[in-house]
């Protein structure tokens, strides 16, 4: 700085370029920075590059054509009976064999996990937005309003969540609810108890963040509560979301599994995996006809095993410790 004010910036120069010439470089340097990727796009070229995303991601993209696309290709429709060939081992018309009606057993696999991935998915979905907006509620406004939302998350936090779900279970069977009716009450039941530890995540990340100074110039200018709330914090807690929101699903799919392996969750003649599993408490079907129990089996663990190792490397992604 010199006497009189001015602001001198030194500037390098290259000893094989004059003064004043421009560099051979700068149109790139300058393209580059122009086009600067955002953090979503530098997150999903970290997301890519990492073997165990890619494998894991492709594993969960064929289970979903697996499941929703399937069923349309094998010519059967899965509850059509044909006793004549029950339990029947693996052929080239039924490649995973037949089950005690009959029915194919890999189309049954398919719609099984149709209904499996749907319920973790939309248990998921619910759960994520009770638990965003109540969490970014509590911990916007504090007070009693935080008071009264986390005591209510402790409550149903402390109370054990598979064993809630079978008591509850029960009274559905004990009701004789409709067998189609219970896959959304299940669902319901899933986002209920998923909400609380969401809310208590996104409470947390709120209250960290509602005294940075963009929040105060948000206040400053006079935007409302609301606005406040969903266009700035929200956008912030995202990547927290997507990481909880993914593993969130492999918790769903295993409950719903659990509890139709129980026969308190999804019923016949809607198939689940948690529902065909349970042919192995059969000792017959155990021992003789493994084509009923471990296919359902095998795609549940590649499911989990895949959503759980993506969500993984997602946090990795977008945990600013683990960049370089």
Same mark, same amino acid.
């Given at each position: 700085?010199?006497?009189?004010?001015?602001?001198?910036?030194?500037?390098?120069?290259?000893?094989?370029?004059?003064?004043?010439?421009?560099?051979?470089?700068?149109?790139?340097?300058?393209?580059?920075?122009?086009?600067?990727?955002?953090?979503?796009?530098?997150?999903?070229?970290?997301?890519?590059?990492?073997?165990?995303?890619?494998?894991?991601?492709?594993?969960?993209?064929?289970?979903?054509?697996?499941?929703?696309?399937?069923?349309?290709?094998?010519?059967?429709?899965?509850?059509?009976?044909?006793?004549?060939?029950?339990?029947? @081992?693996?052929?080239? /018309?039924?490649?995973?064999?037949?089950?005690?009606?009959?029915?194919?057993?890999?189309?049954?696999?398919?719609?099984?996990?149709?209904?499996?991935?749907?319920?973790?998915?939309?248990?998921? +979905?619910?759960?994520?937005?009770?638990?965003?907006?109540?969490?970014? @509620?509590?911990?916007?406004?504090?007070?009693? &309003?935080?008071?009264?939302?986390?005591?209510?998350? /402790? +409550?149903?936090?402390?109370?054990?969540? +598979?064993?809630?779900?079978?008591?509850?279970?029960?009274?559905?069977?004990?009701?004789?609810?409709?067998?189609?009716?219970?896959?959304?009450? &299940?669902?319901?039941?899933?986002?209920?108890?998923?909400?609380?530890?969401?809310?208590?995540?996104?409470?947390?990340?709120?209250?960290?963040?509602?005294?940075?100074?963009?929040?105060?110039?948000?206040?400053?200018?006079?935007?409302?509560?609301?606005? *406040?709330?969903? *266009?700035?914090?929200?956008?912030?807690?995202?990547?927290?979301?997507?990481? &909880?929101?993914?593993?969130?699903?492999?918790?769903?799919?295993?409950?719903?599994?659990?509890?139709?392996?129980?026969?308190?969750?999804?019923?016949?003649?809607?198939?689940?995996?948690?529902?065909?599993?349970?042919?192995?408490?059969?000792?017959?079907?155990?021992?003789?006809?493994?084509?009923?129990?471990?296919?359902?089996?095998?795609?549940?663990?590649?499911?989990?095993?895949?959503?759980?190792?993506?969500? /993984?490397?997602?946090?990795?992604?977008?945990?600013?410790?683990?960049?370089?």
């Amino acid at each position: 700085m010199s006497g009189g004010g001015e602001l001198i910036v030194s500037q390098a120069v290259d000893p094989e370029i004059g003064p004043g010439q421009p560099h051979p470089d700068a149109g790139a340097r300058s393209g580059r920075s122009g086009r600067r990727r955002s953090l979503w796009g530098e997150s999903f070229a970290r997301l890519i590059r990492m073997p165990a995303a890619s494998i894991s991601l492709a594993a969960l993209v064929f289970m979903l054509l697996f499941s929703f696309v399937g069923p349309l290709l094998t010519g059967y429709t899965g509850d059509e009976l044909n006793l004549p060939i029950a339990n029947h @081992i693996p052929t080239m /018309d039924h490649p995973l064999g037949t089950d005690e009606y009959g029915r194919d057993v890999l189309t049954r696999l398919m719609l099984a996990g149709r209904i499996s991935l749907t319920i973790g998915i939309a248990s998921m +979905l619910l759960s994520l937005l009770l638990g965003a907006v109540l969490g970014i @509620i509590a911990g916007y406004y504090g007070g009693i &309003v935080d008071s009264i939302i986390m005591r209510v998350a /402790d +409550l149903l936090m402390s109370i054990p969540g +598979l064993p809630l779900l079978i008591v509850m279970a029960a009274v559905l069977s004990e009701l004789k609810v409709d067998p189609s009716s219970r896959i959304y009450i &299940v669902m319901l039941l899933l986002s209920a108890i998923g909400w609380p530890s969401l809310a208590r995540l996104i409470r947390g990340q709120v209250l960290s963040l509602r005294e940075a100074p963009y929040m105060k110039a948000a206040e400053v200018l006079g935007l409302s509560a609301a606005s *406040r709330q969903f *266009r700035h914090l929200l956008p912030n807690v995202m990547p927290l979301l997507i990481v &909880v929101a993914t593993l969130s699903t492999a918790s769903g799919i295993l409950s719903e599994s659990a509890l139709s392996f129980l026969g308190l969750g999804v019923v016949p003649p809607n198939a689940s995996w948690g529902n065909m599993i349970s042919a192995a408490n059969n000792l017959i079907d155990f021992q003789q006809h493994w084509w009923l129990w471990v296919p359902p089996g095998v795609a549940l663990l590649i499911t989990i095993a895949a959503i759980n190792v993506f969500g /993984d490397r997602l946090r990795d992604v977008f945990d600013p410790r683990m960049r370089k």
